[in-house]
């Protein structure tokens, strides 16, 4: 109605100005002389609108003019009216009804192909309902990588699960990282063994049924190799040590015990079937009562199955007997006397370096003396401290004397050695009399030679058969043949499992620091805890863990996992 009136008006208000110009002029009707005036104004005003187009398109310009004001006027009214309740102050906006809600936004479906339309007919006039989207996948259960107990009949090296040892990649390359190094090899696992270890096989998981992933540390790569037979996959020439023997996992540089990959060990998939509450670990929000809750479970479950450790494993635990020692543990003594006279040039640049540092001091107390102070005997202050700078500066080339000495005598003895342990088969026993010459050995070695072997030679035989006795598990079927019974089945007994956290897929990390609270929306895809027996002496006892999105462990891209290390 608002507009209507202003439509009106404002068009009246031309059109009389129009019927003015189409009658003007109206100065002589009489009047008073303030009427004539103004009248005279108005006819001036028409004179010169009908000077310039003429009388007729003056008043049709005139109305034209009127229509289009008459419409701007009810635009501007319009638009008032629609930001502005009736009554409402300037200024204030409609504020909307708390029981009315929002109008949400047009949903417009997208057209259907003719063939959607026919089948969408045919569901309707069969009386059928249409297909609901397929439900999403679960996420896999947790299970644990339990190391298969050694047995002297069985060849396992035809097993499809396993950590350590060379992977068969088929024709997939051996990854490298980024400089072209490439990677070390930790674990192949199979898919037709993580289904079996399911009660209901593999379909309630986004996992496949076969092939298998081979995982690679250093900088960290999944490769998917496809079902298959394949022969193990030979190393690249270029291959870094995996692991020193008796010492820790990537060296900086290969020596006389550096091995070039792991021990290998076949896996069996053990399911945790845990209560459903903790079976999801992906939950956003960080809860260590939770977390806690599953972490119990899952070592319940698991102590039913294979015994957790808290210790390392050593030859006899604790027996009374002497332990035996095999020409393999001599040997390797051996190497390790070669490797303290290669890092005695070291050790002699540091006592030397000490040495100075002593030189200089000494030098630097004499330098400030007053030689016009008392005699040292007065036991002066600054007498005291010289005759302190000069027992070091003694006790340094005393210390440098020495180790040079040993240094050059040590090379007599690393012969000596090496002629002892030649040519003498590996898993052959020592007699007691060569059992003897070993432990004389270990004793002067470490008496007479101090520093320069403490860090290389072991210092009781027990660590050296409890080296060998690794290799033997994990070795060739004659090594394993020297084996005596009872350390296999201790081993096959209480060693399955790593020390700590389990090597384990899916599920739970072992690991309370930034990883798992980063990854809690990604699966754990695989976990490699700190293990004596596989070599893996991880630092600070920490855990390698490969995370993988659900999005692309679903579609099968596993080369997109993570790989991270976290102390435990």
């Not at 006819?43 to 310039?52: M, R």
């Not at 020596?255 to 076949?266: A, D, K, T």
């Amino acid at each position: 109605m608002k507009r209507v009136i202003a439509m009106c008006a404002v068009f009246g208000l031309v059109a009389l100005i129009a019927a003015y110009v189409a009658l003007a002029p109206h100065a002589p009707s009489p009047g008073s002389d303030n009427a004539r005036g103004a009248l005279a104004v108005l006819d001036t005003a028409a004179a010169q609108l009908i000077a310039i187009r003429g009388r007729g398109a003056a008043v049709l310009g005139l109305l034209v003019l009127g229509i289009v004001l008459s419409l701007l006027a009810a635009s501007a009214i319009g638009g008032e009216s629609s930001e502005k309740a009736p009554g409402a102050q300037p200024g204030l906006r409609k504020r909307p009804r708390p029981d009315v809600p929002e109008p949400g936004p047009i949903w417009r479906p997208e057209a259907l192909s003719q063939e959607q339309r026919i089948a969408g007919l045919r569901r309707r006039a069969a009386g059928e309902q249409a297909e609901a989207p397929p439900p999403a996948l679960p996420l896999p259960r947790p299970v644990v990588l339990v190391r298969k107990p050694r047995e002297r009949d069985r060849d396992w090296f035809g097993d499809r699960s396993w950590l350590g040892g060379l992977p068969r990649l088929g024709e997939a390359a051996w990854p490298r990282d980024g400089g072209g190094t490439p990677l070390p090899f930790a674990a192949q696992i199979d898919f037709a063994e993580l289904a079996a270890a399911h009660p209901d096989g593999s379909r309630d998981s986004m996992l496949p049924g076969t092939g298998s992933l081979a995982f690679f540390l250093g900088t960290g790569a999944v490769v998917a190799v496809p079902p298959g037979e394949h022969d193990f996959t030979d190393p690249p020439r270029d291959l870094p040590p995996a692991f020193d023997e008796g010492g820790y996992p990537f060296p900086a540089r290969a020596n006389r015990l550096s091995r070039h990959f792991f021990p290998f060990w076949p896996v069996e998939p053990l399911l945790l079937d845990l209560p459903e509450d903790l079976r999801d670990p992906h939950d956003p929000r960080r809860d260590p009562p939770r977390d806690d809750a599953i972490a119990k479970a899952m070592a319940n479950l698991l102590s039913a199955h294979a015994g957790p450790r808290d210790h390392a494993f050593a030859a006899g635990d604790g027996a009374q007997a002497a332990p035996a020692l095999w020409w393999h543990g001599a040997s390797h003594l051996a190497d390790r006397l070669h490797l303290a006279l290669e890092g005695s040039s070291r050790l002699v640049a540091l006592r030397r370096d000490k040495l100075r540092q002593a030189e200089e001091a000494l030098a630097l107390l004499e330098a400030q003396r007053d030689p016009e102070e008392p005699r040292p005997e007065e036991r002066r202050p600054e007498a005291a401290r010289i005759e302190a700078a000069r027992r070091d500066l003694a006790e340094r080339q005393a210390d440098l004397a020495a180790i040079e000495a040993h240094r050059e005598s040590l090379p007599r003895m690393i012969a000596a050695m090496d002629g002892f342990v030649a040519g003498r088969p590996p898993w052959q026993r020592l007699t007691p009399q060569e059992y003897g010459v070993v432990k004389d050995l270990l004793a002067e070695l470490h008496a007479a030679y101090g520093d320069l072997v403490q860090y290389h030679v072991p210092h009781e035989i027990a660590e050296l058969t409890t080296l060998s006795l690794r290799a033997m598990v994990t070795g060739a079927p004659d090594a394993l043949g020297a084996m005596p019974e009872e350390d296999l089945a201790r081993i096959n007994r209480d060693y399955r499992l790593p020390i700590l956290h389990p090597h384990q897929m899916f599920g739970l990390g072992g690991c309370q620091q930034s990883a798992r609270d980063e990854h809690r929306q990604d699966i754990l895809l695989l976990q490699l805890g700190y293990d004596d027996m596989m070599e893996w002496r991880w630092g600070e006892m920490g855990l390698f863990q490969f995370w993988i999105s659900p999005a692309d462990a679903g579609a099968g891209n596993w080369s997109a996992a993570e790989l991270t290390f976290a102390c435990a």
